[in-house]
Every structure is written in C-alpha cells, then in structure tokens.
C-alpha cells in the first residue's frame, strides 16, 4: 500500500482533497480584496488628497528611499528610464504602450491564472499559497498606511504644499503616452491611493507566481518563463516610474513574512481538518 502523499504542509494530500469549492474561493477571495481595496484607497492620496500632509509625508519619504538607494549605489532608476525613452527610436510609444499595459494589467490576470491553476492542478498546495497570497498582502496593507510613499512619477508634479525643487528627471509615462486606464480620470483620483508604493505588491505578486508554478516546469523554456516574469515586472515598474528598487525589496520582504507567517497557520487548520476527518 502506498503512503499517502504529504502535502506542503506535512498533512497528507488526501484529507484535504475534496474539501475546497471552487465558489466559496471566490467568495472568499472578493470579499478580501474588497476590504483589501477599500482600506488601501482611503488612505494617502485617496485619503489626505494630493495636498496637504499626506502628499507631503509621503514627498519626504521618497527623498529619503532616495538618500539611501544612492548610500547603497541603487539609484538608477531616472537612468533606466532616460534610456528607453531616448534610445529605441521609432518603437518608444509602442513600448511604453506595452509597459503601461502590463502594469495595469498583467499585476491582476496573471495572479489569477496562476491561482486558478493551481487550484485545479493541486488543492493542497493551493491552501498554502493562497494563504501566503492573502498574508503578504495584508502586510503590504500595513506598508501603505505607516509608509505612504510617492512613486517616482509625481516627484516633479506641482503639490501645492511642497516646495519647488530641482527636477529629478522622472517622466510620468502613463499621462506621456497613454493606455487602457489613466491616474487622471476623477474617479480614479478618488479611489485610487498613489502613495501605495512601499511596499511593492506588483513584485511581492509575480515573485509569488514564479514560486507557485516553478516547481511544475520541467522544460527548460517553461522554467525560463517562469523566473523572467518578476524580472520583466521589475523593469516595468521602474521604467514607468511607478517604483523604486526599494519598493521591490519590500515586496520581497513582505512576501517571505506572508510565508512565514502563513505556512505554519495553514498547517494547524489542515491539522484539525484531518482529525476531525479522521474522527
């Protein structure tokens, strides 16, 4: 007879199979992201408007994520974007069409795809990662509110409370050259936190995907997919000027507490799951 196969959380994969629907999932994941959505948009921006002490506090935070990516010989991210911008001629507005596209987009379908995969591939290990999904984005949640930090792109953006500086050179490339969704409209203005930008979940999120998929791919090309995704994700996040490296480091960080926290609380439910399954 054959043992049973443990799950990552060392309960075997039997007991818990069968016991998620695929229903409750979503019920369960919108009314996360709908609390989630909610306290993120009324705070910073969304909350204290683009004037006043949010934009200021958040001004000054920037400065000094700043002062210390160029301590640590980070700071390139103007440079990265001066390059693309000035250096692929004719293919600038496409491209930039395509950053701007997939930092709106690709942040959201692919972390749903590969949740919905996972789902239907291995239940067991959905648990779990669903569970550090959901972790690492209440940390994130904690970020924003005591971090509220601006993106690169609103640093030279008139705040009447600031006070004129030298440019930093950052070109807010969504209101340079469009795409399926602008920080502009009034509706986005009011709902939308721009200071959520410490720590980054763009990167905490497509890390996340690499982490779930990877143990599956076994081609070489498959693999490589995988691990270029984040990789592709940072270069969109820095050279539309939405973040700074910093802020991937965050996401990082936020990421391996999600795990942390969540890998043991995902193994006591599945715990008390099997005895009461087994009593």
Same mark, same amino acid.
């Given at each position: 007879?054959?043992?049973?196969?443990?799950?990552?959380?060392?309960?075997?994969?039997?007991?818990?199979?069968?016991?998620? +629907?695929?229903?409750?999932?979503?019920? @369960?994941?919108?009314?996360?992201?709908? /609390?989630?959505?909610?306290?993120?948009?009324?705070?910073?921006?969304?909350?204290?408007?683009?004037?006043?002490?949010?934009?200021? &506090?958040?001004?000054?935070?920037?400065?000094? #994520?700043?002062?210390?990516?160029?301590?640590? =010989?980070? @700071?390139?991210?103007?440079?990265?974007?001066?390059?693309?911008?000035?250096?692929?001629?004719?293919?600038?507005?496409?491209?930039?069409?395509? &950053?701007?596209?997939?930092?709106?987009?690709?942040? =959201?379908?692919?972390?749903?795809?590969?949740?919905?995969?996972?789902?239907?591939? *291995?239940? %067991?290990?959905?648990?779990?990662? +669903? $569970?550090?999904?959901?972790?690492?984005?209440?940390?994130?949640?904690?970020?924003?509110?005591?971090?509220?930090?601006?993106?690169?792109?609103?640093?030279?953006?008139?705040?009447? *409370?600031?006070?004129?500086?030298?440019? @930093?050179?950052? #070109?807010?490339?969504?209101?340079?050259?469009?795409?399926?969704?602008?920080?502009?409209?009034?509706? &986005?203005?009011?709902?939308? $936190?721009?200071?959520?930008? &410490?720590?980054?979940?763009?990167?905490?999120?497509?890390?996340? !995907?690499?982490? #779930?998929?990877?143990?599956? !791919?076994?081609?070489?090309?498959?693999?490589?997919? %995988?691990?270029?995704?984040?990789?592709?994700?940072?270069? #969109? /996040?820095?050279?539309?000027?939405?973040?700074? /490296?910093? *802020?991937?480091?965050?996401?990082?960080?936020?990421?391996?507490?999600?795990?942390?926290?969540?890998?043991?609380?995902?193994?006591?439910?599945?715990?008390?799951?099997?005895?009461?399954?087994? %009593?």
């Amino acid at each position: 007879m054959r043992a049973q196969e443990a799950a990552p959380t060392g309960i075997p994969a039997q007991l818990q199979a069968g016991r998620l +629907r695929w229903w409750r999932e979503i019920l @369960y994941i919108g009314a996360f992201y709908g /609390v989630y959505t909610l306290i993120r948009d009324t705070q910073g921006s969304a909350g204290g408007g683009t004037t006043g002490r949010a934009a200021v &506090m958040a001004y000054h935070h920037a400065r000094g #994520v700043i002062r210390v990516e160029r301590d640590l =010989f980070l @700071y390139h991210e103007e440079q990265v974007q001066s390059f693309f911008l000035h250096h692929i001629g004719s293919m600038t507005h496409a491209f930039f069409d395509v &950053m701007n596209v997939w930092y709106g987009s690709a942040h =959201f379908a692919v972390t749903a795809a590969v949740g919905i995969w996972l789902f239907r591939r *291995d239940q %067991a290990r959905y648990t779990l990662w +669903r $569970n550090v999904l959901a972790v690492t984005t209440a940390l994130a949640l904690v970020g924003f509110a005591t971090f509220p930090l601006m993106p690169p792109r609103l640093l030279d953006f008139p705040f009447p *409370d600031i006070p004129r500086h030298a440019p @930093y050179g950052f #070109v807010d490339t969504l209101a340079r050259f469009g795409g399926s969704w602008s920080f502009d409209s009034g509706a &986005m203005q009011k709902i939308s $936190n721009q200071f959520a930008a &410490m720590p980054s979940l763009h990167i905490a999120w497509a890390v996340w !995907c690499t982490l #779930v998929v990877l143990p599956s !791919c076994h081609r070489w090309w498959t693999r490589a997919l %995988a691990v270029a995704y984040p990789i592709v994700t940072l270069l #969109v /996040v820095v050279v539309t000027a939405n973040h700074f /490296v910093l *802020d991937a480091v965050g996401g990082l960080v936020i990421l391996a507490g999600g795990y942390a926290i969540a890998r043991p609380l995902t193994a006591l439910a599945q715990a008390r799951r099997a005895q009461r399954a087994v %009593a």
